[in-house]
């Protein structure tokens, strides 16, 4: 099949990005379609493949309107049987081009259901221009999903959203994980919290429970590693501020592999996340993970045996304490969370489906 994918920002190294290079790998698009490309920021791997920069503008409120404008417009000049579509709007794609097939990492959260999250840290005028964005944004979106041909969610909870909020039936298919490309190093004394320095993955509630768990620990530290919009930049400088510890921007693969083996447990505390692939990483790596009980971790982490699913950063501190005094519930946990990773999140599993439903489509578009 010829394929063609659309995103909207190429510029980081997350679970999105994992699934698009990981179709890219297997079916060789013929082209990648974002509105923003960062070599430095996102997988080296990207650079053997034809990825077409539209243009965007950098750390600005206008990249959901110009993404959602672009992409609603275009033609593909390209030959093709399907395009895959990924973060909103590029899955506008299917407007003026048939055969669409959207793997949904959610629905456009700063339009749904973030809105009111988003509205609250806005000043008057960008309240003004988001409530009327968001309005016609909506509208759109219930009109071009309805020609969409097939929609992959990435998990239960964004299936729910997909439903909620566009009227559409969805169908689960989770991201996997390169397990054997993990592996279970030492069990130093450092809790490790990987992902992007982003308001949303609320890394002030780990800073937390780690400070007061630091109380009765402190022979532990707390790493944290991701990468950075610079958008971001004064979430960042308030983090620093927060705890005694390190946090490391855009490391390479190799570097965060090494962290994630060598960790003592891994954190995670997104908002609502869509699905989450960084507990499924320290899983792999025979890490038990301690996550917010809430969002796409619900479905990943068993509660009590591959970790804990936490409600507030006090229960997370409390955690963080029996894991540092059981060693022994560390190493259970951790080989509980391999087992569960190589039995239900391989990327085997995952191409098979995407790619049986993309030749379908190919056939009936």
Known sequence: MDIVITHNLLCARGGAEKVILEIAKKFEPVAIYVLRYDKEGTYPEFSDFNVVEMGAPKGSALVGPVGAYRFYGMKIKEDYDVVNAHWPASHWVRNKNPGCVWYCHSPSRAVYDLYDYRMNGFSLPMKMGHYFYSKAYRAIDRR????????????????????????????????????DEYECGDYDKYFFLPGRIDPTKRIEYVVSAFNEFR????????????SLDEKFRWYYEEIKGMFDGEILLNVDSKKMADLYSNCYCVLFSGMDEDFGITPLEGMACSKPVISVN?????????????????DDAASMACRMGELASDFGLV???????????????????FLRRFGAVCRDVADRS
């Open 144 to 179: 071009v999903c309805s020609k969409v041909e097939h929609i992959f969610a990435n998990s239960c909870n964004v299936q729910g959203r997909v439903s909620k909020y566009l009227g559409r039936d969805s169908e689960v298919l989770y991201p996997g994980v390169d397990y």
């Open 331 to 349: 190493e259970r946990m951790g080989r509980e969370g391999r087992l569960r990773v190589r039995r239900k999140f391989g990327w085997d599993v």
């Open 215 to 226: 109380k009765e620990h402190g022979d532990f530290q707390l790493v944290i590693a991701g």
């Open 294 to 310: 809430e969002g796409g971790p619900r479905e990943t982490v068993v509660d009590g045996e591959t970790g804990f699913l936490v």
